[in-house]
């Protein structure tokens, strides 16, 4: 990953969150490719099952960084959902149909963490062309330079607040609150992790003029005290790194969300969007127990 300076076992504080070894890119990639083909090999591409699935990205650049999906693949992506005539809708408007007992139809949900600039410039307008809509999720601190992600020696560059409440104005991407350093909550004393979650919603909504009403734990990493401090907070959702499929009646502040990763192909993507990967790849569980800790794997 360009820039990234900390892997596992290192941390600048308690709380930062670090960039996995970087054999394990590769490695992830070639188990991801021999799913996709092995699912669409057998299910000839239907969709399985029902339920609304919800993916998340980070950036949408040709930079050489792990978290970002180049423009073109984004492009393909996206026209792909819009050609198979898949509706595609922010977090909290699937979360809403869900709610509402609706978890039915060709419905995907699009996320991206922690509004890196290359989102506005390179994603909004392909999505605004046709039509999607999205949530990106803000890690306030990050956004108004206080605090930065930690994996980064020379750090991206985020949206600014201007490019935030006028994007959101515009109406295809909305934006929620991510904590305010983007930290490892559940390392976190109950205090601390109260004012990352509750101190976020604040000031996304005083930027904002509107209530904020989906949260993302960072990483995904979340337990029973963490999904107590959102629901006290008062957010209505909240999403996890979880992989697989939601369904009405399905706990809201745990909702799962499948990644796009750098080197997936349109297959990869295929197989995402219709159900190859609502199981997590092998092993994965129990890495993210030794990294970060047993109470540190959300619920979901």
Request: glycine letters at 8%; hydrophobic letters at 40%.
């Amino acid at each position: 990953m360009v820039g990234s300076r900390k892997t596992t076992g290192e941390s600048a504080r308690r709380g930062d969150l670090t960039v996995a070894p970087r054999v394990m890119y590769p490695a992830k990639a070639v188990l991801t490719r021999c799913r996709s083909l092995v699912w669409h090999a057998r299910t000839r591409e239907a969709q399985r099952g029902h339920g609304i699935r919800i993916l998340f990205y980070h950036r949408v650049s040709d930079a050489a960084d792990e978290l970002a999906v180049s423009s073109r693949r984004f492009r393909a992506q996206m026209e792909w959902l819009a050609r198979d005539r898949w509706e595609v809708l922010d977090v909290e408007a699937v979360a809403s149909r869900l709610a509402c007992g609706d978890d039915a139809g060709r419905v995907v949900g699009l996320s991206f963490d922690d509004a890196y600039a290359d989102v506005g410039e390179n994603a909004e307008p392909i999505l605004a062309r046709l039509g999607f809509r999205a949530t990106v999720f803000v890690a306030t601190g990050v956004t108004d330079g206080s605090a930065r992600f930690a994996w980064y020696d020379e750090q991206p560059p985020v949206l600014t607040w201007h490019d935030i409440q006028r994007l959101d104005a515009a109406g295809t991407l909305s934006f929620e609150p991510h904590t305010i350093t983007h930290p490892n909550l559940t390392s976190l004393g109950e205090e601390e992790a109260r004012t990352e979650i509750v101190g976020s919603k604040r000031e996304l909504e005083r930027r904002l003029g509107r209530p904020a009403g989906v949260f993302c734990y960072p990483a995904g990493l979340a337990g029973e005290r963490e999904r107590r401090l959102v629901v006290d907070a008062g957010f209505a959702a909240a999403v996890s790194c979880e992989p697989g499929t939601n369904v009405a009646g399905g706990d809201p502040y745990f909702l799962r969300r499948i990644q796009v990763d750098h080197r997936d192909a349109l297959v990869d993507f295929r197989a995402k969007v219709c159900g190859g990967h609502d199981e997590p790849l092998p092993l994965r569980r129990a890495w993210r127990r030794a990294r970060y800790g047993a109470r540190s794997i959300s619920r979901a």
